[in-house]
């Protein structure tokens, strides 16, 4: 499972010209899934994302998880994060997941966010033609990868 956080100070998911989240200060997360994923991924990535120090402090370090600024998160399934371009110019999509298996994987990860910060997060719409509107704060941009820990 690969994801990728961005800090933003404000960001946005917009479906057929209705928007479908929106958040202030916080995350904006993309997460690709591939059938090698598992719930230890989940709960590896969704640990390492809360509580991953990208926020500011009072002398201007990032020194703060989200949950210590009460950020808000949007999480988004892309499944183009698990591209392959190693051949040729044209991406091959055959790491991700199809959605019988993508989709329940996305609800477990947004699920176990949500458990773990007691609250209500943002989505996109799986599979959806999404319009994703983001104000990278910093920026600050960080990927990682549950199958490469030592990255």
């Known amino acids: 499972m690969r994801i990728v956080i961005q800090k933003v100070s404000k960001a946005s998911v917009t479906v057929e010209n209705r928007i479908v989240s929106s958040i202030g200060k916080g995350m904006l997360v993309l997460v690709g899934i591939e059938d090698a994923d598992n719930d230890e991924d989940i709960d590896w990535l969704v640990k390492k994302m809360l509580n991953l120090r ?3 402090d009072e002398n201007g370090v990032m020194n703060l998880s989200v949950q210590d600024v009460k950020g808000d998160l949007i999480i ?13 110019n044209r991406p091959s999509y055959i790491r ?7 989709v329940p994987m996305y609800e477990k990860f947004i699920q176990k966010t949500e458990d773990s910060i007691g609250k209500k997060v943002g989505t996109g719409v799986f599979g959806a033609m999404m319009d994703v509107e983001l104000v990278n704060d910093g920026p600050v941009t ?6 490469q820990k030592d990255f």
């Open 142 to 147: 960080i990927i990682i990868d549950s199958k």
């Open 76 to 88: 988004v399934s892309q499944f183009t994060l698990q591209a392959s371009t190693k051949k040729g």
């Open 96 to 102: 991700a997941s199809k959605p019988d298996f993508a």
């Open 54 to 56: 990208i926020f500011d």
